[in-house]
């Protein structure tokens, strides 16, 4: 594999003292010599230049995750680590690269006090509970395990008086009724056991326990996230069969009258959720337009867009949009709509609407017909016009109806019985499909509220999860699931499927300093903030800032953003008529199960990985061995206890850690 070198030239507002401390960085990194190293890093922060700040810290990661630099006149140069072909030194180097930032974060003060106050004794309903009341015994596990003397599926029901799990959904305001600890924090601190780093998404968010009632304060087995899903996934969107060019080729093969029918009522429901009051009172829409659309009206549309933009960017404030707590409140969604931001992308939705509209009028206007849906896919224009009907399509289901699973995994002892794989199958049972409606069935979409003025509501059944690998080589937890129909009384099995590898992009391998140093350079320049982190202003923000400034910088973006941790992307269709209910064509979801109201589902599951998975590793001595090695006695040396990175703590943190 030849090794590729790229550029880093010194910010371009830097003095020639700057220009030559971070040349005298770039030498002192591509030698082993750790105080020359410290010294170089030190004069560049000290010269207080935020783009040499941000530069230094960058190059400090790049070389720390294995990237060479040399120095050619003056000119730093960086090339990526080639790649590495034994999957468990590339999953040690991706492990390495995860807990940087894990320690990171697991260094903030606020932090620690968040661990050490869960592992603090406290006296709830007669006993002392804490934390390490919620992990199971390694010891007492593995003697119950040898315990059992099964033969056949028909002593199978014998373990569930060892291991007995259930779910439960995570809610602010609740707490445990073992413990009297707040689920969100009971969720939150096993979440620091992770190798990576825990970071809240933007969206939609629900928590899960996985917990056992078969032993003493019913301890956790492992935990779950469903997330709102990555808007973009070319894997995940070839395998529905929504990408466009797929979506246009089936079409055309079978244009139906129920397709077209779907279009032009597509294209109504859009129009209808736009709210345009003060675009026909500015003169800007006037109800006829629809009927026949002209050019003159849409470039219109369009300037008005870009006028608005270019206000929201000059003076905008983030406390103007605050969340719409009252889901109900018209006039806070009317003034939402109203704003700079949000005026912008209505007149850009109307201005599209008109053109897919004044595109598919010779065809299938004023009756939609299968003749017309043919003619419209020989026409560019009118192809493109579907293909923005579909666009609407996907973004309304992307953010309901599918979810990605962000968290997933079994913590100790119970990942030694490949408990993982029982949490991410009762991740997608039915009784967590049943727990999503319930959420999110009332609950008003940001944005499609902002852009129409008054509440709206979308579909919230759950159809399809999507999840990735933690790494992209070796063994994954979501390896060989598959829920037989039979287990869940269904016509078809619920399978966790293969449909590629991500594209190792992202600002994961960034620290937290170069993150902060990026943005601070962004929100620096001359033309004001091009990101302001507004919820509606586009997808993942402190992406888009650390691209900025990347460009600032005039380093290579794309280069420098693919962090090299490939992972395996799985998809989980719960549904047999997953397209068509998407695209909204068809109005129910048909489950590949009964969704009955009872947590039998749970038990169903529960008693399908015992009988694949959970027995026949609980008869491995070495498994046995691994799960006895979780031991509660003081000091806890467990492996569900949260490591904390060496650091030298507060007056009394250590004696509060070592209370067990």
Request: charged share 25%; glycine share 6%.
């Amino acid at each position: 594999m030849i090794e590729m070198w790229y550029s880093l030239p010194c910010p371009p507002e830097c003095q020639p003292a700057e220009r030559r401390a971070f040349a005298a960085l770039g030498r002192a990194l591509a030698t082993d010599d750790a105080s020359a190293r410290q010294a170089a890093r030190a004069r560049c922060l000290a010269k207080d230049n935020a783009a040499l700040t941000a530069a230094t810290h960058v190059l400090l990661d790049l070389a720390g995750q294995g990237w060479n630099v040399r120095v050619d006149d003056h000119e730093v140069a960086i090339a990526p680590p080639l790649g590495v072909a034994d999957p468990v030194e590339e999953k040690s180097r991706v492990r390495r690269q995860e807990l940087i930032k894990r320690d990171e974060q697991l260094s903030i003060p606020s932090v620690r006090r968040f661990i050490a106050a869960m592992e603090k004794p406290r006296e709830f309903e007669g006993k002392f509970v804490s934390i390490f009341s919620l992990m199971r015994d390694g010891k007492e596990l593995s003697t119950a395990l040898q315990a059992l003397e099964i033969d056949g599926d028909a002593d199978l029901a014998r373990l569930r008086g060892v291991i007995d799990p259930y779910v439960q959904v995570v809610s602010s305001s609740e707490r445990c009724m073992q413990t009297g600890l707040r689920l969100m924090d009971i969720w939150r601190y096993f979440r620091h056991t992770w190798s990576n780093q825990y970071t809240s998404t933007p969206g939609r968010t629900m928590m899960i326990l996985i917990r056992d009632r078969a032993a003493p304060f019913h301890p956790v087995i492992g935990i779950a996230a469903l997330g709102s899903a990555v808007v973009q996934l070319a894997e995940r969107d070839d395998w529905i069969g929504w990408q466009p060019a797929v979506f246009l080729e089936n079409l055309r093969a079978a244009p139906t009258l129920r397709m077209a029918r779907w279009i032009t009522a597509r294209l109504q429901t859009a129009l209808e959720e736009l709210h345009v009051d003060d675009l026909i009172k500015d003169g800007l829409y006037w109800p006829s337009l629809w009927e026949n659309p002209t050019t003159d009206a849409i470039e219109r549309l369009l300037k008005e867009a870009e006028t608005r933009r270019r206000d929201h960017h000059r003076f905008v404030k983030a406390t103007d949009f605050k969340r719409v707590h009252d889901a109900d409140d018209v006039q806070s969604w009317r003034r939402r709509a109203e704003s700079d931001l949000f005026r912008s992308k209505r007149c850009l939705a109307l201005a599209d609407l008109l053109s897919a509209r004044q595109a598919l009028a010779p065809y299938l206007y004023p009756k939609a017909s299968r003749t017309g849906l043919s003619g419209a896919l020989d026409s560019p224009k009118a192809r493109r016009a579907i293909m923005s009907v579909l666009r609407r399509a996907k973004a309304d289901a992307v953010g309901t109806e599918i979810a990605d699973l962000t968290v997933c995994g079994a913590v100790a002892p119970y990942n030694a019985l490949l408990g993982g794989k029982l949490v991410s199958m009762l991740a997608v049972s039915p009784t967590v499909v049943r727990a999503y409606h319930r959420r999110y069935s009332t609950y008003a979409s940001e944005i499609a509220s902002s852009m129409a003025g008054r509440p709206i509501r979308r579909r919230s059944n759950l159809v399809f999860v999507g999840t990735t690998s933690l790494y992209g080589s070796g063994a994954s937890q979501y390896n060989r699931i598959r829920i037989p129909p039979e287990v869940l009384g269904g016509l078809s099995p619920i399978e966790f499927r293969q449909l590629g590898r991500s594209k190792s992009f992202g600002t994961s391998h960034l620290s937290a300093e170069s993150v902060r140093a990026l943005v601070r350079l962004a929100e620096q320049t001359a033309r004001g903030a091009r990101v302001n982190s507004i919820f509606g202003e586009g997808v993942n923000p402190k992406f888009r800032k650390v691209r900025h400034g990347f460009d600032l910088l005039q380093w290579p973006s794309d280069t420098l953003l693919q962090h090299g941790r490939q992972r395996i992307i799985y998809g989980i269709s719960l549904v047999d008529n997953l397209l068509p209910y998407l695209l909204g064509s068809d109005a129910e979801p048909s489950y590949k199960f009964h969704r009955r109201k009872s947590t039998a589902d749970v038990d169903a599951i529960s008693a399908w990985w015992m009988r694949r998975w959970c027995h026949p590793r609980s008869k491995s001595p070495a498994v046995l061995e691994a799960v006895t090695a979780h031991r509660l006695t003081r000091p806890v040396r467990h492996g569900a206890r949260v490591t904390l990175p060496d650091l030298p703590m507060a007056a009394g943190e250590h004696e509060q850690l070592e209370l067990y």
